[in-house]
């Protein structure tokens, strides 16, 4: 995938920007665990993905059903091959379901088209990928304000806003900096930084320490926690038990379909 190929697919709605007035999140109360009377971040009933190449069909999402509530920190594992990242890009309206139904903060996103799911994701989902997505030829802020453009916010709002992020992952020496001056773990901490600044409803962060070294993958993660404690909804796709381990509730995918701990699939005997 080109680098504007990335910024289109993620961010662009489809239309024009837009000034539109500038979203402040509400304040978060982290005092208290989440409430299972609210709307769910996620919602997902009897989902499948099927995907068809000539005459052949391949399931890879077998009928999952998930609730993952406002301000939870939840980790997905699975092993090659299980779905788990079928199901990533699903929660993240980067594919579209087969069957089942999905609603996101309350919003039917199985009915929507590419447009509106292109919103979706560029309003209501904060990215954070292995690779880091950072166009090299930009500043620090500059590729945190990103999103931003698509949304149409002001250009005095969008280097505001994007400084803050950088700020609060701790990076406010280095807006100025481009991808290859910093390491590793600070690329992560831009594109952390991205993710945040459209105050998503959920974080979504797909092997996020897969090209990080210890040290790196430990400062992500309690990063991670952090974000947690402000009440942020976090979703964590890993194959690694220790990372998927600072997550508070683990979800395992096996053969399309959710496992529990010992490897029983749900539909198997096992409710979801």
């Not at 980790?75 to 993240?92: E, N, Q, R, V, W």
């Not at 069957?99 to 979706?120: H, K, N, P, R």
């Not at 931003?148 to 807006?175: N, S, T």
């Not at 400062?219 to 952090?226: A, G, Q, R, S, V």
Request: aromatic share 6%; proline share 5%.
């Amino acid at each position: 995938m080109t680098e504007a190929a990335f910024a289109d697919g993620l961010f662009e709605s489809g239309t024009a920007p837009i000034e539109r007035p500038v979203f402040t999140a509400p304040a978060v109360d982290t005092t208290s665990a989440p409430d299972p009377g609210s709307t769910p971040v996620i919602d997902l009933s009897e989902v499948t993905k099927t995907y068809s190449t000539g005459a052949v069909e391949v399931t890879a999402v077998r009928g999952i059903s998930l609730r993952i509530e406002q301000g939870e920190y939840v980790a997905i594992m699975g092993p090659s091959g299980s779905g788990k990242s079928t199901l990533m890009h699903i929660i993240g309206c980067l594919d579209v379901l087969t069957t089942g139904s999905y609603f996101l903060t309350g919003l039917d996103v199985a009915a929507m088209d590419q447009i509106e799911l292109a919103e979706i994701r560029n309003r209501h989902i904060g990215f954070v990928f292995q690779q880091f997505n950072l166009l090299p030829s930009l500043s620090a802020w500059r590729n945190v304000e990103l999103p931003m453009i698509y949304a149409g916010v002001g250009r005095d709002q969008r280097r505001k806003r994007a400084i803050g992020a950088l700020e609060r992952v701790g990076l406010g020496d280095r807006v100025n900096h481009r991808p290859g001056e910093l390491s590793g773990g600070q690329q992560q901490r831009v594109a952390v930084a991205r993710a945040l600044v459209t105050e998503p409803a959920l974080i979504l962060a797909d092997e996020p320490t897969g090209n990080l070294d210890s040290t790196a993958t430990a400062d992500l993660l309690m990063l991670f926690d952090e974000l947690h404690e402000q009440g942020r909804s976090i979703v964590l796709i890993t194959h690694e038990q220790e990372v998927a381990a600072r997550a508070r509730r683990t979800v395992r995918v096996r053969d399309g379909l959710l496992a529990d701990a010992s490897g029983r699939l749900a539909g198997f005997g096992v409710p979801a």
